[in-house]
């Protein structure tokens, strides 16, 4: 059997990964939100609450 590949390495494969989808879903939330005619910092302040 082979061996694993990692794109980085075994243990930032899954940070790395994380970090993307966090990023993803607050770009998609952001755009969701200009569309309804928020401002990125009113969406930063509702997101703190």
Do not use: Q
């Not at 694993?4 to 755009?31: K, M, T």
């Not at 005619?37 to 609450?49: L, P, S």
């Amino acid at each position: 059997m082979a061996p694993p590949v990692y794109i980085i390495s075994r243990v930032a494969d899954p940070i790395f990964a994380v970090v993307i989808g966090v990023s993803a879903a607050a770009l998609r939330i952001n755009r969701e939100e200009k569309e309804k005619g928020k401002t990125t910092r009113d969406t930063i302040e509702a997101a703190r609450r």
